[in-house]
């Protein structure tokens, strides 16, 4: 019997529902139409709904037990969902959700069953064997919190006979001396998560007012130099820097940053409104990403996008 219960959904926008089955982490991206079946007690529907299911189940979308990743060794501990930054395209805060922080004991939880789980990956070089990324929301916002994460689970590797590292994904605007000389002391890398020179970066990455926030990573780098060119900076890319790459690389570098990696736009939390405006317009050009849109009149094989189970590493 298929437990419908135990799906989560989320509306991605251009007419997909990302579903994901809570306990084994099996996903499937399905298109609305399928949505609309899975919950239909219409007759009419109960054989193109048979055959969804099957379809679903064959994915491991439905009744897959759960089985501990065999090669886990990142850990993402979401440290708070509050943030002092309102970026127009945060994936992270979904309508509904309350500005909560982790607690202690569900951070230690959660590592304790990494540290159970993990292994340093078999490539010849140094690694650890888990590594902890404390993210939010703004993590700094608790950095209390992220020294008491730290000191205990530097204990808990050791008990387990394993290392762990640690990494703050930041906006850095928060940053100050306690953090750190914290950070030096307790061997705590940081990412920046930037898009660029001003006129890039304060497209969408603004203050809750609509301000932009480019002069307060310049604050941090004017005030700690050395501490902020060890960063690694993080770009989201969206349809308005997509074309500036280039620009962009060549800024950090020329801020002393030497380490600069990029993650794709996604139509999730906030940024799902910036998706649903831009796909009531036509396309700029094509996407690859469009290619993955269904229309409700498809046929049930053509209803289940794509389907992945949640990577760990
Ligand atoms: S994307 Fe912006 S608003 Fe969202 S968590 Fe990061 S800094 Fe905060």
């Known amino acids: 019997m298929v437990n419908v219960n135990s799906l989560s959904s989320v509306d991605v926008g251009l007419g997909k529902t990302f579903l994901i089955n809570r306990t084994s982490g099996r996903w499937a991206v399905v298109a609305h139409e399928a949505m609309r079946l899975l919950h239909s007690t219409e007759t009419a529907d109960a054989e193109p709904r048979r055959a969804l299911l099957e379809q679903l189940a064959a994915k491991g979308v439905f009744n897959a037990p759960y089985s501990p990743p065999a090669n886990l060794n990142t850990l993402i501990l979401k440290v708070t969902k509050k943030c002092n930054y309102g970026c127009k395209y945060c994936y992270d805060l979904e309508a509904d959700d309350a500005w909560i922080d982790i607690k202690l004991e569900t951070a230690m939880a959660a590592i304790d069953e990494a540290l159970r789980l993990a292994h340093a990956p078999n490539t010849g070089l140094v690694h650890p064997d888990l590594g902890v990324i404390l993210h939010g929301g703004e993590p ?7 020294k008491q994460i730290v000191i205990e689970g530097r ?8 290392t762990v590292s640690f990494s703050v994904q930041s906006n850095l605007s928060l940053l100050n001396d306690d953090m750190v000389q914290f950070s030096y002391e307790n061997d705590l890398a940081w990412g920046v998560s930037m898009d660029g020179p001003p006129e890039i970066n304060d497209k969408f990455r603004v203050l809750h007012s609509g301000r932009g926030t480019y002069s307060y990573f310049d604050r941090a780098l004017e005030k700690y130099p050395d501490f902020v060119r060890k960063c690694g900076v993080m770009t989201t890319v969206t349809s308005a820097t997509e074309d500036h790459l280039l620009q962009i690389a060549r800024h950090f570098r020329d801020c002393g940053l030497s ?35 269904a229309t409700p009149s498809r046929p049930v094989s053509s209803m289940v996008l794509k389907s992945v189970r949640c990577s760990t590493t």
Do not use: N
Request: net charge positive; charged share 25%; glycine share 6%.
């Open 140 to 146: 700094t916002l608790r950095f209390d919190l992220i």
């Open 155 to 162: 204990r808990l590797a050791k008990e387990y006979g394993k």
């Open 259 to 293: 380490v600069w990696k990029w993650s794709l736009f996604q139509s999730l939390g906030v940024a799902r409104k910036m998706a649903a405006r831009r796909s009531s317009t036509p396309p700029r050009r094509s996407t690859p990403h469009g290619t993955l849109c």
